[in-house]
């Protein structure tokens, strides 16, 4: 099981970029790395998943090195709307089986004025 | 993008009594999931609801105390059974689609209170 690895909490302030790093040293030939975001009194929300190099879309961008034992969540511009807890997972869901998914603690983000 | 919409919200219990939450999505869904989440903990996979069949239950959870139904592509109930102040937590239903796409979607959950 590909345990994850990242910040308890990161501070910021509205307007900068934040980058996110998540360890999976164990990540298996099958991973994908997936990163969710969740508001207070709200489920986690999809944000990106990669499996090698970059993935960028309308929220986020994923960094995964060559050997995939880490990866980074930029969030560009963040504003007070981004904080949040944001968890990295690491698993392979295409076999439909999310049993193997690890939900560590998230990294709390807290963007200020 | 499926919808997931989950109630109660919130709800305060007696000990001792059951409370059943309902999780509904707006399409079919291949796989339906339940979770549990502690106060500013993480994500505890309960069980995965399968429909027509007995749900699969991870380790430390059983039917007894957490029955859970699933009769159509769309619909999922979990019960909290015999209630004590140590079930009071989040609970949230997810779903994903199909059986290439990774993404997992989550109701808002329901947040339980037991006295």
């Known amino acids: 099981l590909a345990k994850t690895t990242q910040p308890i909490s990161m501070d910021s302030y509205e307007g900068q970029e934040v980058n996110i790093t998540c360890s999976h040293n164990?990540?298996?030939?099958?991973?994908?790395i997936t990163w969710y975001q969740q508001f207070p009194s709200q489920g986690p929300r999809f944000i990106i998943q990669?499996?090698?190099?970059?993935v960028t879309n309308e929220v986020a961008s994923l960094f995964i090195p060559a050997d995939r034992k880490s990866s980074t969540l930029s969030l560009p511009r963040v504003s007070l709307s981004d904080t949040a807890v944001y968890y990295c997972l690491v698993g392979d869901m295409k076999a439909g089986n999310n049993r193997k998914l690890i939900w560590g603690l998230g990294t709390s983000l807290a963007v200020n004025p | 993008s499926a919808v997931i919409s989950q109630k109660p919200s919130r709800d305060i219990c007696q000990r001792g009594t059951s409370l059943t939450i309902q999780c509904q999505v707006d399409s079919q869904v291949t796989m339906m999931f339940w979770y549990r989440q502690q106060p500013g903990q993480s994500l505890t996979l309960i069980a995965t609801a399968n429909q027509g069949s007995e749900a699969t239950y991870e380790s430390g959870f059983v039917i007894d105390k957490f029955p859970i139904s699933r009769p159509n592509l769309t619909f999922s109930t979990l019960t909290v059974s015999n209630m004590s102040p140590e079930d009071s937590s989040i609970y949230l239903c997810?779903?994903?689609?199909?059986?290439?796409?990774?993404?997992?979607?989550f109701g808002s959950g329901t947040q339980l209170s037991v006295l």
């Open positions: 997810s779903a994903k689609e199909g059986t290439t796409n990774e993404k997992l979607f």
């Open positions: 990669g499996y090698k190099t970059k």
């Open positions: 164990n990540i298996a030939t099958n991973d994908y």
